[in-house]
């Protein structure tokens, strides 16, 4: 489902309030934030998918870890989460959905949570994911609401997933580029999410199936901003551009080019790039706007980040290429 459709499927739904939660629906946010003191509020997501590597290891591990990251991407820290599984029962080994649980109790124990249970229904594909809960400061809270004209946007993880995950699967994509891109899914959000909470930041938002595009419109929207992105500057996987010259694209990304095609001022950005912006991510990286004073603290304190654009007052289009 493209960010457009869930716009359209949500807004006939009427919206309960309550002071309590200082972070619902409305800003098509990463978790849900409902305050329980004046020093604690949870933290609360949601999220599971089919397969994306073959090995089923590793699919529990980047499934756990990208459900994890929407904890981290609110600043929160992950307490406690609970498995969703539905696996074709009588189709496959039962050790297969072991390995698979085994992946995702190996994410979410290096995130510092408990497993604590599940739900699991027989279906003709697998899918998995976790419902996870976690805490937060209610001022400490990161958001997407949150971008201020003159802040700068850092990238904490290379793009490319779902571009090289296609590649894999069409049998195009080498050995080495599969394992960065594993490795590159695997890496938990908790570094840079606390990089965050340490300097005081307060937006943020990790990239996954919207693509990178697709969440710097969330951001523009729920901020009053508009965004200017540095394409050469977007840090990317190995391999990625290659293989989307060559043909490795998905039906997501066309999902997402007609969703912000309309509100970005695409410069002279190419085609490859494009499509790479547009790319549906999976346990991509955050995504934040910070003070211009604090950036060099931030990347020093956080490998592999880059500096990837600036935040602008309000303008149209929401997103500008340069």
Not at 139 to 151: C, E, F, I, M, S
């Amino acid at each position: 489902m493209g960010p457009g459709d869930l716009t359209r499927v949500l807004a006939p739904l009427p919206v309960v309030t309550d002071p309590r939660l200082i972070v619902g629906r409305e800003s098509l946010d990463d978790a849900g934030v409902f305050v329980m003191s004046d020093d604690l509020a949870l933290v609360q997501t949601l999220d599971f998918f089919a397969p994306i590597v073959d090995d089923p290891y590793h699919f529990g591990r980047i499934a756990a870890t990208n459900a994890l990251s929407d904890v981290f991407a609110m600043g929160g820290e992950p307490l406690t989460a609970m498995n969703i599984v539905g696996f074709p029962t009588g189709k496959l080994p039962l050790e297969v959905l072991t390995e698979i649980l085994r992946g995702g109790q190996d994410a979410v124990t290096a995130a510092g949570a408990l497993i604590v249970g599940g739900h699991s229904v027989t279906d003709d594909e697998i899918k998995y994911g976790l419902s996870v809960t976690g805490r937060v400061h209610p001022r400490q809270v990161l958001t997407n609401a949150a971008a201020r004209p003159g802040d700068q946007l850092v990238l904490t993880k290379p793009l490319g997933t779902g571009i090289l995950a296609t590649a894999g699967k069409k049998g195009t994509a080498s050995a080495a580029e599969l394992d960065a891109m594993i490795a590159s899914m695997e890496t938990l959000n908790r570094a840079a999410s606390r990089a965050a909470i340490q300097l005081g930041l307060r937006c943020a938002t990790d990239i996954t199936g919207f693509g990178i595009l697709g969440h710097l419109s969330h951001i523009a929207r729920a901020s009053n901003v508009t965004l200017h992105v540095a394409p050469g500057n977007v840090p990317l996987l190995p391999g990625v551009r290659a293989h989307w010259e060559a043909g490795a694209r998905t039906g997501g990304a066309e999902r997402n080019v007609a969703f912000v095609e309309g509100i970005t001022d695409w410069g002279g950005t190419d085609a490859a790039m494009r499509g790479i912006l547009t790319d549906p991510q999976t346990s991509g990286g955050l995504l934040l706007a910070v003070p211009e004073p604090r950036v060099a603290e931030y990347l020093a304190l956080v490998p592999g980040a880059e500096w990837v654009g600036t935040v602008g007052a309000i303008g149209a289009p929401a997103i500008v290429l340069r």
